[in-house]
């Protein structure tokens, strides 16, 4: 029972952290995060779709990943790094979700988009059925260089973000305050319910014990 509550939580956090990517791409102009840059710029300067590049660069992440720690990898790895990818064109070809409207509403649109990222992202998380391919990347680098995740992550996004700008990706004012909204958030998520599940499974447990001690 517990399986299919983690594999379902999981399930509705890459669904929520989807849309939450779909509606920043629409909102671009005021600039995204740098992962989604890459993808964007990738899609613009060589066509396939912004999702298919999302996949691409996943798919990359997860065999350096493989090589430097197979820890990190696990089923729910693999899927979030092909399901993100094919919802986030799934929601920009259904074509619902809110467009710039050159106004200040975009601000308003762009910062929701990035709440419910950080909601999706500290769901998905919290399921505990595997990293996602991004994570597990900088935790294997991290892991084998001795350095902090922190500053892992940092190197990385600076990384991606100098490609995609060079490429012509939407560098602007919210691609350097995402992760002041964005990580805040995922983190109150992942431990909250995170917490919730951890409960949940080990009373199913407890109940299990119960009933073959009678």
Known sequence: MIKTIRWSV?????????IGISIAINMQHLGIHPWDVLN???YEKLGLSIGSWAIIISVI???VS???DKSYIRLGTFLNGILVGV???FFLFLDFLPHASESWLDI???ISGIILMGIGGGIYNSAGVGSGPRDGFM???SDKLGASVGKVRIITECLVLLIGLLLGGPVFLFTFIFTFIQSPIFQFTYKLLG???NKMEASIEEKGLHKTGA
């Open 139 to 141: 935790l294997s680098i």
């Open 10 to 18: 999981f399930f509705f956090g890459l669904i929520l952290f989807s």
């Open 66 to 68: 493989w090589i430097l």
């Open 195 to 197: 917490g919730h599940l």
């Open 40 to 42: 964007v710029a990738l």
């Open 87 to 89: 919802f986030v064109d």
């Open 61 to 63: 992440l997860i065999i």
């Open 108 to 110: 308003i649109v762009i």
